[in-house]
């Protein structure tokens, strides 16, 4: 035998004692079930070497008859549930339900080991029994997951747990390594925590939500209705949702201490979401707080979520950025060619009837950082019942530096405010730490406002000056560009607006009637005064507009009457160019 065969027959006697290390198992009440309860399986499994072993579970056995939770520890598991009968090879059955007793976690998941464990949950209910309201849970009612390990939930409902931290699911890092969870058309519902409703992570681990996962209807007395995170990683993918949870601080997300939450357009069906969440206080979709937390979202979908507190708040209705915190969302390659198939803000409504007031939809504040480029807001609403302020979009004050909100490429329409960008200072801050907006290319329509241009506050009610730029952009359909006797401070440059300014603005020109806008497109008319207006001069972003199309695509048979570009968040493509044959 030369030196090559024998390494091949090592390598296959290898590979058949990995594979006769992996086996399957059963646990049901038929004959052909090899296990009566979870935890003996769970026993075998883990004296059975290092192949990772199925577990199959039969749907109507009961699964709550066990002493202790259940303890996974430094091993490679797959739960499969679903099978009707221990000797079918099929999922055919309904999802296998197990009930918590509520001694501690359901499962503990835990790996101190250097090469990182896997436990796949697969087509299972968790739950807690009918009426249960006892809290003895520290954190992660049904799932617990400590140091190096990954667990995978798919195909699964996990609700009506109660934790401290985390109702449904906890993660925590251990010296060996940091855990993560991914769930795989699963549903996260309705379980309640002081913090983290749904999901708790603290540390650096991971929670990733692939197509198909939401987590909804989940409630925490403090942050985070349906994630809390403190510096961990939060994934959204398409079909993914935050969705109807309600918490004080951060209804949908709160995100802290380096956490980073990334929301990617994954498939061009539809964006992850941010849907129906409320805060009693602030930031009902998403709150991100603390330097070094940041969101980076390309596509994202935030819709109908609530910043309605009975007395002061209100604050980002549907996104509240704040004390260093960066956030970004932009437009996705792969998103659908049109405005609101990518980024959208769409139904979200802030109110607040408390002293001061300055309730928002998207909130900058406390040298918070937010770029917003290619996105729709449309159907908001901002409600200050003593009508002292509120914004669309608010940057508050901050020492040193101010925050900082730039937004480019945006269409606003049929919005309701008192301001379409504003601030809150209130009386003795540095004139320096105020917000500051910087606006390109925006489409304004059809928005019910006092103002467009914001407005700080400051007991007694007086309007003082923002730093505020508005370049490229058309303002159409409001009350006066700004409050009388207020002073804006800043660029106001190249505007088609029906609204007469009270300072000098370079090109601007109004428009009374003049056909600007295709019916039903926020595209120019192939006659609107829109058409190659301005130039490129101060603009952050002219590479393409807010469909993803190029700009600065003139039609030859047009000669630039400023510039190349079009006004507006859209830049009318250019008309083919027809030549006579004869």
Do not use: K
């Not at 290898?14 to 052909?32: E, H, I, P, R, W």
């Not at 436990?119 to 140091?147: D, F, I, K």
């Not at 405005?339 to 939809?361: H, K, L, M, W």
């Not at 300072?503 to 595209?523: D, I, K, M, W």
Request: proline share 5%.
């Amino acid at each position: 035998m030369n030196l090559f065969s024998g390494l091949r027959l090592v390598t296959v006697a290898l590979m058949l004692a990995g594979a006769a290390d992996a086996a399957v198992f059963t646990v049901g009440s038929d004959a052909a079930c090899t296990h009566r309860s979870l935890g003996a399986a769970l026993n075998t499994t883990a004296a059975n070497g290092p192949g990772v072993d199925e577990i199959r579970l039969v749907p109507g056995f009961a699964f709550s008859d066990f002493a202790d939770p259940w303890a996974i520890r430094n091993q490679s598991v797959t739960l499969r549930g679903g099978f009707p009968t221990c000797a079918a090879s099929a999922q055919s059955g309904p999802r296998t339900t197990i009930v918590s007793r509520e001694a501690g976690s359901l499962f503990t998941v835990s790996n101190s080991q250097a090469l990182r464990t896997t436990v796949t949950l697969e087509r299972l209910e968790l739950t807690t029994p009918e009426g249960s309201s006892v809290n003895s849970v520290a954190a992660g009612g049904a799932l617990m997951l400590r140091g190096n390990v990954r667990a995978i939930v798919a195909d699964s409902r996990v609700h009506g747990f109660r934790a401290s931290g985390g109702g449904a699911m906890a993660l925590r890092d251990e010296p060996d390594g940091v855990p993560r969870i991914d769930l795989r058309q699963t549903e996260i519902r309705g379980n309640r925590a002081s913090h983290g409703g749904g999901l708790h992570c603290l540390g650096q681990g991971m929670i990733r939500l692939e197509p198909g996962a939401i987590v909804a209807g989940n409630v925490a007395n403090g942050e985070g209705g349906g994630v809390w995170s403190q510096g961990c990683s939060v994934v959204m993918l398409s079909r993914t949702a935050l969705q109807d949870n309600q918490a004080s601080q951060g209804g949908g997300l709160y995100g802290s201490g380096g956490a980073i939450v990334s929301m990617l357009w994954s498939e061009r069906t539809q964006g992850p979401r941010v849907i129906g969440n409320r805060a009693s206080f602030w930031g009902g979709g998403m709150f991100l707080t603390g330097s070094g937390t940041e969101l980076m979202a390309w596509g994202s979908q935030w819709l109908a979520n609530r910043a309605e507190p009975a007395d002061v708040g209100g604050d980002g209705a549907a996104l509240l950025v704040g004390w260093g915190a960066r956030a970004r969302l932009l437009r996705d390659p792969s998103c659908p060619a049109s405005v609101d198939g990518c980024t959208r803000f769409y139904g979200n409504s802030a109110q607040s009837g408390g002293f001061p007031e300055y309730p928002s939809i998207v909130d900058v504040r406390a040298g918070g950082h937010l770029t917003i480029s290619s996105a729709l807001f449309d159907y908001n609403r901002v409600i200050s019942v003593g009508n002292r302020g509120g914004a669309i979009v608010s940057v508050q004050p901050y020492v040193p530096g101010g925050s900082l909100a730039e937004i480019d490429n945006i269409v606003f329409n049929q919005n309701r405010a008192r301001h379409l960008f504003g601030a809150e200072r209130t009386a003795g801050d540095d004139a320096s730490a105020a917000g500051r907006v910087r606006a390109q290319s925006i489409t304004s329509l059809d928005g019910q406002f006092t103002t467009v241009l914001g407005s700080q506050y400051a007991p007694p009610i007086a309007d003082t000056a923002l730093p505020v730029d508005l370049r490229a952009s058309i303002l159409l359909g409001a009350t006066p560009l700004t409050d009388p006797g207020r002073v804006v401070t800043g660029a106001l440059d190249c505007l088609l607006t029906t609204i007469a300014p009270e300072l000098p603005v370079t090109r601007s020109r109004l428009v009374a009637g003049a056909p600007v806008f295709e019916g039903g497109s926020f595209v120019p008319a192939w006659s609107s005064p829109a058409l190659d207006y301005c130039d490129t001069a101060g603009l952050r972003s002219v590479s393409s507009d807010a469909h993803g199309r190029p700009r600065l695509d003139n039609d030859p048979l047009r000669h630039d009457r400023y510039g190349p570009l079009d006004l507006g968040a859209v830049e009318r493509e250019s008309e083919p160019l027809v030549v006579d044959p004869g």
